[in-house]
C-alpha cells in the first residue's frame, strides 16, 4: 500500500520568504510526526499530532515555525521568515499508536536550502 | 529528560560481523527500535524488541537487549556493501506517552 508521502521532494528558498511543507501520512495512521534532520546529524523532534491536535509542541524551534494537521490526515509545516539555519531535511512520520507500541513510517523527507 | 546514546562511527570489513551498540537512561522502556536511514533516504524501521525480551533474531539480525544495565545492540552477520546505512536506535516508554527517544545515529562504513 502507499507509505507515508512528502511534498516538495526539495525547496530552495531565499531568506525571509515563507515556506510550507506538506506531509501525507499512511491512510488510518493516527499519529503524526515532524523531524529536522540536519546535515550529518540525527533526528530533532518538531512536532506530534493525535488526529488533529497537537498534544505535544516542545520541539518548535522558534515561533516561526508552526504546523497544522486537518481530517487528522494530511499535516503543513509552515516556515515563516526562514533563515540559512532552516536549511535541513524535513521527516514526516506516522503510526497507529497504540498503547505501548509506536512504530512510526517515515516519508523520504523535504530538503529545505534557504539562501 | 532521557536519552538514548550511540557512537557516532563503525568501520567493518565486507563479510564480518557488525555490532552497533546503544545506550538508554529510560528504565521503564518498553520498546527498543533499531531504524536504517540509507543515504538520501527516510528511515525505515528494521526491528524492534519488547523489553521483556533478551534476544530477538531476523536473518542476519540480532537484537541484543540487557535490561539492567539498558544496553541494547544490534549485530549484522555477514555485513554487505548494502548494509552501508545510517543505524538510529530509539526507545519508547509510557513515562514519555511512548514518543520516540532517539540516538544520534551511528554510520556504518563498509571497507571492501
Known amino acids: 500500500g502507499a507509505g507515508v508521502s512528502q511534498s516538495p521532494s526539495n525547496k530552495v528558498t531565499e531568506k525571509g520568504k515563507d515556506v510550507e511543507l506538506r506531509c501525507d501520512p499512511i491512510?488510518?495512521?493516527?499519529?503524526l510526526y515532524w523531524y529536522r534532520q540536519s546535515l550529518g546529524q540525527g533526528l530533532e523532534f518538531l512536532i506530534y499530532?493525535?488526529?488533529?491536535?497537537?498534544?505535544?509542541k516542545s520541539g518548535l524551534p522558534s515561533d516561526r515555525f508552526s504546523a497544522e494537521r486537518t481530517g487528522g490526515s494530511v499535516s503543513t509545516l509552515t516556515i515563516q521568515r526562514t533563515q540559512q539555519e532552516d536549511s535541513a531535511v524535513y521527516l514526516c512520520?506516522?503510526?497507529?499508536?497504540?498503547?505501548?507500541?509506536?512504530?512510526?513510517?517515515f516519508g523520504p523527507g523535504t530538503r529545505l536550502t534557504v539562501l | 529528560g532521557e536519552d538514548v546514546e550511540q557512537s557516532l562511527f563503525l568501520s567493518v570489513r565486507e563479510g564480518d560481523s557488525s555490532v552497533i551498540n546503544c545506550t538508554y537512561t529510560?528504565?521503564?522502556?518498553?520498546?527498543l527500535y533499531w531504524y536504517k536511514q540509507e543515504p538520501g533516504a527516510g528511515l525505515q524501521l528494521l526491528t524492534y524488541?519488547?523489553?521483556n525480551m533478551d534476544m530477538k533474531q531476523d536473518q542476519r539480525l540480532t537484537v541484543l537487549l540487557n535490561k539492567k544495565d539498558k544496553h541494547l545492540s544490534l549485530r549484522i552477520a555477514d555485513t554487505q556493501t548494502g548494509d552501508s546505512a545510517i543505524y538510529f536506535c530509539?526507545?519508547?516508554?509510557?513515562?514519555?506517552?511512548?514518543?520516540?527517544?532517539w540516538g544520534a545515529g551511528t554510520k556504518l562504513i563498509i571497507k571492501p
Open positions: 512520520a506516522s503510526s497507529f499508536r497504540e498503547l505501548g507500541g509506536n512504530e512510526q513510517f
Open positions: 491512510s488510518g495512521h493516527t499519529a
Open positions: 499530532f493525535q488526529g488533529n491536535s497537537a498534544p505535544d
Open positions: 529510560d528504565s521503564s522502556s518498553t520498546y
Open positions: 530509539a526507545e519508547s516508554s509510557p513515562d514519555s506517552n511512548y514518543q520516540l527517544i
Open positions: 524488541i519488547f523489553s
